[in-house]
């Protein structure tokens, strides 16, 4: 999700607390109706979309940096998750846990899902018109918008996604402890916008691909778990 954004020259400051936020209103929203794991997954993506929509409002319609709107909400969302909680811990159902654990073909239920992600991603920004655009408007922001791109369009598609992206990872991450306390995803932003950069992507924009993203990624999780093992 953060690819996308960086691509298109921009930066997204708040996927730490929409991580914490989209699954502790999920897990709400499955307490209080008896959804089920899958649909409480597509209620925290919902609600990814809507806290993207948020970031695009601000960035695209009222000219606010990216770096300051973004950077507000990430205090904002996890500020009403607190409130939320009144920052207490919050524990979900053994449902969702064992949902989270679930091994499809021996492999583990995240694993698929960044399989998936990926996947999806690369088909994007390979075989797309918007995938293209994305690189055109981070190669050139002017030159996007002299060529007839809806720039505007562009960049609220991207903010929307990367929430969305947040809120998934934000789930599966759940899904696997079954609780979520005041800190869950503090600070993920950097390893995100970390994991980008070692894959490639620039952060002026118009470079990058999502299999670097996922190389990226891996790399900081190893030497993040390498550095436990050794004892570091």
Known sequence: GMLLVIIAGHIDLSVGSVMYLAPLIAGLVMQHFGLSPVLGLCVALLVGCLLGMINAILIVKLRIVPFIATLAMLFLFRGFGTW????KAYDFPDSLR?????PILGIPLPTWVLVVVGLLAHYVLAYTGFGRQ??????????????GLNAEW??????????ACAAISGYMLIAQIGRLDAGFGAGREFDVIAAAVLGGVSLFG????????????TLIQTVKLGLVFIGV
């Open 98 to 102: 064992a949902f989270g654990l679930t």
């Open 206 to 217: 118009g470079v990058g691909s999502a299999v670097g993203a996922v190389v990226g990624a």
């Open 84 to 87: 939320l909680t009144s920052s």
């Open 134 to 147: 994305i690189y055109a408007l981070g190669n050139s922001s002017e030159g996007a918008r002299k060529a």
């Open 154 to 163: 562009i960049q609220a598609r991207c903010y929307i996604l990367c929430s």
